[in-house]
């Protein structure tokens, strides 16, 4: 007979193990709707290379291996010709969501409108795109908690599992490029409203090096329209920054100002090296960010 | 006591708090709004920016006016503010308490000992003496005067009479000597004899009137006219709203309900008539009308035989012939009756069926019927039969339809070829129901059919011939009556169906109705026994072992204190004496202008205490919304709630609150969970919970079913359609679930849910018969939807739902009763067993205490032990698998059942 109160303890631990796991599939199913979206096409370089469609027949020059030629084809006329097919050689993505405690604000967490956490909407994105990619035959990885670039629909788990087990103490996340390989794609969500200048350096760091990508801003409606008034003590959502105001309303114009100033210089900063960016609020739905992401992304993809 | 105006203080120093309210209005200036914190990512953006507006550092005017407000209103009102305070009274000497007590008081009488109390509470603080007197009801010599705290203690005992005050009583029998004040509670009804007794206490001293504005109403006695009833309502003063007349009477069943209800205009002259039509036989159950709303003797006007219609059946033996209407024996009956009562003119057996309340037949000889008439009589009907040519000429020796035997013939009196002359008719004897009933000169009685001697006929004759020959004879049949004239109905033997003693006859027979008011000589010589009393507030009720009264006194008098207004009978007959006498018409009391008149409704002292505190409170509250406006705290739904809230509706009600604990609901959804019903014995729970524990392990161990912790069933919040099985031990101290529980129960009965309920007596004594525990369970189950039961049939699912058993023992082995198998449950060929119950049998009953059985400790050691040795072991064993068994079958019901098919269903999709 065995001990029925460790029998209830592996029982309850399984069943706890199994609870878990179930919300790892309905990430993975939420990004993978949201990336069924998107109309994926058949992509190449365009150019000769290692590959498996087919490209162009080219006479066989000297110091062609007589394996390559393609004897078929070349039965029909009196030279012989090779079979080249089309270079498909993958391009990396690398996937950086902030981990940070500003991510985890939402504007109205229960009622009707309720919205999610920006962080939430941030990985599902950064994981739609990654099917995406992944299914396009890419190599997506995460820039940090690194998780190097693989192709293949196994390593989505890993992604998922990378995305929902980080987290930060920090109130605002800067950008950690330092592992992202040469001539790879970046994708950058976050709500960028920490120091500028250290997104700036992480940036300019990478760009140097051939790195294209995007930057996609991710604010809640409240960000963006700062509905507050009265007396209010605004704190940062690890507490660290504070500040006071007799009347929030007043200030409104002007935070406005001081976001699209913001948005300015970050819009600037990435026109400087050829990436993208956009912002996209939690209130819309998820497609329309998926869709610019893709299309910013999509010309190094075609 | 300080007065302003209309407007006086008890604690005026306390306003001198306003004087502060300038300074607090500086100081609460200076205060900004507390600030709301809020964690927002932006907040980066904001760091270095001024803040421009400065408003919201100051509290704004409208919100300080507020706050002043409900300040100044909450230090006015701890001053005791009095609107129209009453001058203390600082009269001296004894005072006399007046009331005039009659029912026209009965209505605001509540109010009437408000004002006693409070004269009485003035007079015991002015150290008056007082006494009291009830005009209603005076005492027989004059009262002395008390002290007011002693006469306050018997205030409870005086209540208002159904009458009015009697005119005759002179004031000096009830006045006490000397001077004294007089306090005059008055009905607000005119009436004579009030002059005489005014003078009489104003000679003594001061008198003050109190007097209701509102007029007086009442009912007069119902009349029936043609098919309509009529009730005339009487005001004090006219009156413009209409007013409802109820007509209440018993239903079918005996309980006494609303029958109509009329709307009744009151003219100018106070004078108004409430006409109620009903069909007839809904209009004899009338009992009573009240006027809604009022609560007096006098809005209540009972009725009795004047406003009731018989059913009578006339019933002939001639066909009638054309143009000797005259002469036909139903003529004068028809003429007499017509009027009051409804007839039927139909042959004998037709008129059996409208179940008549009299039948007349008029000289029929052999009754066609005589076993239906007998029946009919036997459940209290009246016959009435009137001798003539063919009774007289039938057999009429031996007949059982009448009261007396008869002779064969007649006698004929006074004719052609006959000596004497026609007889008259003797005065009618004491106790006979025609008593008092004048006989006319007039009339005679040439012919008659003539009653065998015998010893009883005396007690069965009613009327009689001036020779003593019986006229009028009765006897009792059953619950009924046969009454015979031993003349004709029409004129040819007697010219008494020419005189109008004849209808008044029928009438004392109970044939025909009364008329409303009726006559001394009407009522003479009956004596009146009261069979109901209204009291002053015109509630009816049984009276026991009053006194009668003479007939002639219920005709006359006023109700008094010796007629007291009710129903009273005599002979069969009801009568009814209102509160109202009849004839007297309402008037407003008028009273000379040297009486002060203190009327109910003029400007009384009203604290304003309460009404300034709750304004402050409500201001206060105001504030507090105001205050989170400001502060940006208030928006959307939250205003909603808090508004709600402001006005004492909270919007959670009380279904919320028994809702199940989500914590707990959750738990129980999302495993398979064991539950029991506690029992009220901590002891018993814990057996339960540590055999259903066991269980569990073992379910675990053997199958795929891997229970939870048990629960205990909280009958009154959970859900039970969470739960599969529930375990309920029974002993007799087992409590019962509300009826909210017991639909639960059935509820989850009906949803496929199982009990299993153990009477842990090892069925001792039978199924249910003796032990307290089966008592008791009979009684817990009765209100469940339980299917008739059966002891567990060999081939029931039960025993083959995991392990194939035989007994299914606890730590007794006795029989336990599941859902009894349909009648056509038949054994199909070749199978092992029936196709029973299609489901699953919602209660397993039986004593075997499995829990002590199942029971597991903390270690997993069984704590109880069952049986002895390995034989016990073994018997525990079996007592598991039985668990096992009973889980299988509440979550896979017939499964198992529908296995034994599966080989002929492979079979039939081979082919």
Known sequence: ?302 | MMALGPLGFTAPWLLLGLAALPALWWLLRAVPPAPIKRRFPGVVLLLGLPDEETQAERTPWWLLALRMLALAAAIIGFAGPVLNPEPVQTARGPLLILVDGSWASARDWPRRVERMTRALDEAAAAGRPVALVNLSDPPPAPPPFAEAADLRRSLAGVKPQPWEPAIETAPESFLPEGNFDTLWLSDGLNRMGRGALLRAVTQRGMVKVWQPGTPVLALGAAAVEGTQLRVPLLASTPITQPLEVVAYGTDPSGAERELARVDVGVQADGTGEALVALPPELRNRISRFEIAGQRSAGAVSLTDDAQKRRKVALISGSTAREGLELLAPTHYLRQALAPSADLIEATLSDALLTKPDVIILADIGDVAEADRVAEWLEEGGLLIRFAGPRLAASDITNNSLLPVSLRQGGRSIGGTMSWGEPRRIAPFAEGSPFSGLVVPEEVTVREQVMAEPGPDLGAHTIAALADGTPLVTRSAFGQGEIVLFHVTANAEWSNLPLSGLFPQMLERLSVLARPVAPSAEDLAGQIFTPLKRLDGFGALSTTEAAAGVKGEDLAEGPPGPDLPPGLYGAEGRVLALNALPPGRQLAPATWPANVVLEAEGSARQTALQAPLLLAALLALLLDALATLSLSGRLRGARVAVLVALALGLAPIDSPAQEAMDEARAIAAADNVVLAYMPSGDAQMDDISNAGLRGLSQILTRRTTVEPSAPMAVDLESDDLALFTLIYWPINAASPSPSPAGYAKLNRFLRGGGMILFDTRDADLSGFGTATEAGQRLQALAAPLDIPPLAPLPADHVLTRAFYLLQTMPGRYDGPIWVEAAPLDAEQAEGMPFRNLNDGVTPVVIGGNDWAAAWAVGETGQPTFPVGRGSAGERQREIAYRFGVNLVMHVLTGNYKSDQVHVPALLERLGQ
Do not use: C
């Open chain 1, 1 to 302: 007979m065995s001990d029925p109160v460790q029998d209830a303890a592996a029982r309850d631990l399984r069943r706890a193990a199994e609870t878990e796991a179930a919300a790892l599939p309905a990430l993975l199913i939420a990004a993978e709707h949201l990336a069924n979206t998107v109309q994926m096409g058949g992509h190449g370089r365009r150019r000769a290379g290692a590959g498996e469609e087919f490209w162009q027949y080219r006479p066989a020059h000297s110091g062609d291996a007589a394996r390559f030629v393609d004897w078929r084809r070349s039965a029909r006329s009196d030279t012989q010709f090779i079979r080249e097919r089309e270079m498909q050689n993958a391009q990396s993505l690398h996937l950086w969501v902030d981990p940070a405690n500003s991510m985890r604000f939402t504007g109205a967490a229960t009622g009707r409108a309720a919205r999610p956490e920006k962080r939430d909407r941030a990985q599902v994105l950064a994981l739609a795109l990654g099917i995406s990619a992944l299914r396009a035959g890419e190599r997506v990885g995460l820039a940090s908690p690194l998780a190097p670039p693989r192709p293949g629909k196994a390593h989505l788990l890993t992604l998922a599992q990378a995305l929902t087990a980080q987290s930060s103490e920090a109130d605002y996340g800067t950008p950690d490029l330092s592992a992202v390989a040469p001539q790879s794609e970046v994708v950058l969500i976050s709500d960028f409203l920490g120091d500028p200048a250290a997104i700036e350096a992480a940036l300019t760091g990478v760009a140097e090096h051939g790195v294209k990508g995007a930057l996609l801003q991710v604010l809640d409606p409240a960000e963006e329209d700062f509905p507050f008034d009265g007396r209010t003590i605004f704190t940062s959502m690890a507490g660290a920054v504070r500040f006071e105001t007799r009347e929030a309303a007043g200030l409104r114009a002007r935070y406005r100002e001081r976001l699209a100033e913001r948005r300015d210089r970050l819009e600037t900063l990435a026109a400087r090296a050829g990436w993208a960016f956009s912002t996209h609020h939690t209130g819309a739905p998820a497609q329309s960010a998926l869709l610019w992401l893709h299309g910013a992304l999509g010309g190094a993809w075609r």
